[in-house]
């Protein structure tokens, strides 16, 4: 089947650490974001990293710069999210995302993106 599918969501106590991953079995040819978003209840939908396969530049939103990362090297099959030192208000349902945007719209929930069905990160304080 075509699509998006997420991986390794859980149960971590604050200061710990989950590595997510996304399979991709769309055809992503040519300048493609790649993106983590997140969503909590009663919060709108917000971009939390992303990468530009055309020229694999990578975007953060500023709650996750220098604790989460997305590892670069993997197969476009594949996109991973390095989340350390993770805080209670990381917790929520994680979704992969993948669209043909511009690098600058990489974590753009507005726009139209193919989504998986999210894997849920719960961090208790």
């Not at 699509?3 to 859980?10: D, I, K, Q, R, V």
């Not at 971590?12 to 978003?37: D, I």
Request: glycine share 14%; charged share 20%.
């Amino acid at each position: 089947a075509q699509g998006l599918m997420e991986s390794g969501g859980g149960s971590v106590p604050a200061g710990g650490s989950l590595r997510l991953s996304c399979t991709v079995t769309l055809n992503t040819y040519g300048r493609w974001c790649m993106s983590w978003f997140r969503q909590t209840p009663g919060k709108s939908r917000e971009g939390v990293a992303g990468i530009n396969t055309g020229d694999d530049n990578t975007y953060y939103a500023d709650s996750v710069k220098g604790r989460f990362t997305i590892p670069q090297g993997n197969p476009k099959e594949r996109l991973d999210l390095q989340m350390n030192s993770l805080k209670p208000e990381d917790s929520g349902t994680y979704y992969c995302a993948a669209a043909r945007h511009s690098g600058n719209r990489c974590l753009d929930p507005t726009l139209t993106w193919n989504w998986g069905r999210g894997t849920q990160v719960t961090i208790s304080s």
